[in-house]
């Protein structure tokens, strides 16, 4: 049954409540009537021109790998202009609460990285529920890292330095594919980046109660569509996939390094906790950060606001070290 709470909502950062305000306050829930045209939206709202790339003196290039059936998926190659020897590789995996979205949604929050430390990220598109429910998400993501790795020294990446990481849906891809890849004796992973992420199905915490009504970007609503489109009617029953919902792993020994932030405003808030618990409780070196006031995806939504900064500059300092080690 899932948790009742009566408990008051943590307020957003005042910067953050600014922002949202100026967003126009209340967000569409996800329902089957408003999917096509979120859908819609979350593509033509990434930026991934060859001008924004060119400013940091990056190039892309578009390509495709086989997924999980074989079939054939879209990715994009992104990497220094001046990219010479095999560096780290990021594989990102896209937000958009299983449903919505594409490859090149949320790339900016690691830009970064390839720009600053000759990294090599590869985005990559998997297919969508409802359309293509579980398994084929988490599956085609984890066939993007095999080819990644495969692929490694065409695309300039030290096989050896892969991380894979995203946000909210992305992030919780991200957890599923590290578990494939330990589980399968996959390609080894030196890190994961799980940014918000959409880790549990079953509907139980206190922050998901809290955030039930639309009052941010990601709601309890929209957070149930995307779970029911994925799993269908076994959502919140026995019968799910640890690679599906990570959340529900016993076991997260011989996981990779492993970083988690989410705001103290969101849905995800207490079910990321849990899992950066589980993940020490294992023995796995993991970091974790819970931003005051933070909502869903406020760091790509108000970007000069000073928590997002501050959000920003702790992964970057993750990842720095993470290659130092």
């Known amino acids: 049954m899932p948790l009742t709470t009566n408990a008051a909502r943590p307020p957003f950062d005042p910067e953050l409540a600014a922002a949202l305000t100026l967003l126009g306050g209340d967000h569409p829930v996800l329902t089957e009537e408003t999917l096509a045209a979120m859908r819609e939206m979350s593509t033509s709202s990434s930026d991934l021109s060859e001008e924004t790339l060119a400013a940091s003196g990056l190039v892309a290039t578009d390509t495709s790998f086989p ?7 879209a990715a994009t190659v992104i990497r220094r202009a001046d990219h010479a020897e095999a560096g780290p590789g990021i ?3 896209h937000g958009g609460g299983m449903v919505m979205g594409d490859r090149r949604g949320g790339v900016e929050q690691f830009l970064s990285w390839v720009a600053r430390h000759d990294a090599v ?3 990559v598109d998997y297919r969508l529920a409802p359309e293509h429910p579980d398994p084929y998400p988490v599956e085609d993501c984890y066939a993007g890292l095999v080819w990644t790795a495969g692929q490694a020294a065409d695309l300039g990446i030290d096989p050896d330095r892969i991380v894979v990481a995203g946000a909210s849906a992305g992030g919780g891809l991200s957890a599923g594919t590290a578990l ?7 390609p080894r992973l030196m890190g994961q980046v799980l940014v918000c ?4 199905d079953r509907d139980r915490t206190a922050s998901t109660m809290q955030y039930d009504e639309v009052v941010t970007v990601w709601s309890r609503q929209s957070n149930l569509f995307g779970w029911d489109a994925l799993l269908g009617e076994r959502r919140g029953g026995e019968d799910v996939s640890v690679y599906a919902a990570p959340a529900r792993a016993e076991d997260l020994s011989g996981l990779p390094p492993t970083y988690i932030d989410c705001g103290s405003a969101e849905v995800f808030r207490d079910e990321d906790v849990a899992y950066a618990t ?9 970091e974790l950060h819970v931003w005051a006031g933070g909502f869903h995806g406020f760091e790509m939504l108000a970007p000069q606001a ?10 970057d300092d993750w990842f720095a070290r993470l290659l130092g080690s």
Request: charged share 20%; aromatic share 4%.
């Open 67 to 73: 997924g999980y059936d074989g079939a054939e998926l």
């Open 121 to 123: 990220m590869v985005t």
């Open 197 to 200: 992420p959409m880790l549990d």
């Open 180 to 186: 494939l890849a330990r589980d399968r004796n996959g």
């Open 91 to 93: 594989l990102h995996l």
């Open 306 to 315: 000073a928590v997002s900064q501050a959000a920003a500059a702790a992964r």
């Open 278 to 286: 589980a993940l020490w409780r294992a023995g796995v070196r993991a």
